[in-house]
Each structure stands twice: as structure tokens, then as C-alpha cells.
T-cell receptor, first 112, second 112 residues
């Protein structure tokens, strides 16, 4: 079965500093990987995905993620964090062709 | 260009009651999904519709849960004889056949 792990429940970073939110995966075959962000009382918003191709994927709001096959990781990054980036972030992998398997989420807190 | 909408946004009910949760997908999206997100967890897959038919209902926890999509657009998730353990946020998502799913804001269900 496919799975993803988000080892950090919370990440704190100062505004303007680079941020990283970690995700590792366990899949059979080639992984389809996603990052979503969830703001309070709002649904999940799509940030980016890796299907194939370039290992560095660029997404919405200045976020990017690096697919690393040897380390089975797909960490989310942003060069300069904003206070407005504070939210709950979910990594997900597709099982089969449509079923998302989500991690437990990482709460990002950007401090002014 | 409206996104996925869900009603109601909040639902409080008593143990043993019947509830219906509605999802309006993005116009033209043929695929529709329901997920359940318990407190502190990532969303978990419940059911997938392709058109009017449930292509995969393997995530429904038991036979108290049922979902329909009679005209291939709006979907209703129905829960009979609600239990306190059913309390969660119920998320709906839709897609146009690509890997990316677009989520609604969710319905927060509280069973007293």
C-alpha cells in the first residue's frame, strides 16, 4: 500500500527565512505526489504536484518541492516565508489512479 | 469559475439521527470524491464517483454511510443512525480526469 509520512507536527520559521516542510513516501511503482495547504475553515488548496520529469516542481504562491527518488522524499520549500503562509500543509500520494493517501499534516507557523 | 461548494458548512445533530451532506462540484468535472477528516488527521478516502456511478466505495466505513450522484453533478453523502464517532469534517473534491483534485470547504459534522 502507498503511504506518506510527515515527520514534523509543527514547523516554526521566522518571516523572511527559507522554509522546508518534510514528506517521505513509500510506494510501489512510480509515485504521483502532491502538496495541499489548508487554512482554517477552508478546504484543501492545491499547491503543486510531481508526476514525472524535472525533480524540482514549482507551484502556487512561490512554493516549490524537490522529488528525491533515492531518499524517497518530496519536501516542500519556499525561499522566503510570509506570515500569511501559516497554515496546515498536507503531502499526498495517489494509490491507483485516483485515491489520495494523505499524511497527517504539518502545521507551519511563520513568526513576524 | 466557481469552485467546489458544500452545504451545510456546519451540522450539529443528535446520536441516532439521519444527516445529508451536499456537494456541488466544479462545472464539467466528471469525477467526484468524498473524504473524511478527523481531528488531527489527514483526509481519508470514502468514495469515488465517475459520472453517476460509484466506481469505488471501499472507503465507506459501514453500511450506515451511503452516497449518490443521480445526475452526474451534485452528490449527497447520507449517514443513517449517526454515532458520536462520525463527528469529523467531510470534504468533497472533484476533478476533470487529471490527477489533480479540487476540494470544497468541507462540512463540519458534530454528533452529540
Amino acid at each position: 500500500a502507498q503511504s506518506v509520512a510527515q515527520p514534523e507536527d509543527q514547523v516554526n520559521v521566522a518571516e523572511g527565512n527559507p522554509l522546508t516542510v518534510k514528506c517521505t513516501y513509500s510506494v510501489s511503482g512510480n509515485p504521483y505526489l502532491f502538496w495541499y495547504v489548508q487554512y482554517p475553515n477552508r478546504g484543501l488548496q492545491f499547491l503543486l504536484k510531481y508526476i514525472t520529469g524535472d525533480n524540482l516542481v514549482k507551484g502556487s504562491y512561490g512554493f516549490e518541492a524537490e522529488f528525491n527518488k533515492s531518499q524517497t522524499s518530496f519536501h516542500l520549500k519556499k525561499p522566503s516565508a510570509l506570515v500569511s503562509d501559516s497554515a496546515l500543509y498536507f503531502c499526498a500520494v495517489i494509490e491507483g489512479t485516483y485515491k489520495y493517501i494523505f499524511g497527517t499534516g504539518t502545521r507551519l507557523k511563520v513568526l513576524a | 469559475g466557481a469552485g467546489v461548494s458544500q452545504t451545510p458548512s456546519n451540522k450539529v445533530t443528535e446520536k441516532g439521527k439521519y444527516v445529508e451532506l451536499r456537494c456541488d462540484p466544479i462545472s464539467g468535472h466528471t469525477a467526484l470524491y468524498w473524504y473524511r477528516q478527523s481531528l488531527g488527521q489527514g483526509p481519508e478516502f470514502l468514495i469515488y464517483f465517475q459520472g453517476t456511478g460509484a466506481a469505488d466505495d471501499s472507503g465507506l466505513p459501514n453500511d450506515r454511510f451511503f452516497a449518490v450522484r443521480p445526475e452526474g453533478s451534485v452528490s449527497t453523502l447520507k449517514i443513517q443512525r449517526t454515532e458520536r464517532g462520525d463527528s469529523a469534517v467531510y470534504l468533497c473534491a472533484s476533478s476533470s480526469g487529471t490527477e489533480t483534485q479540487y476540494f470544497g470547504p468541507g462540512t463540519r459534522l458534530l454528533v452529540l
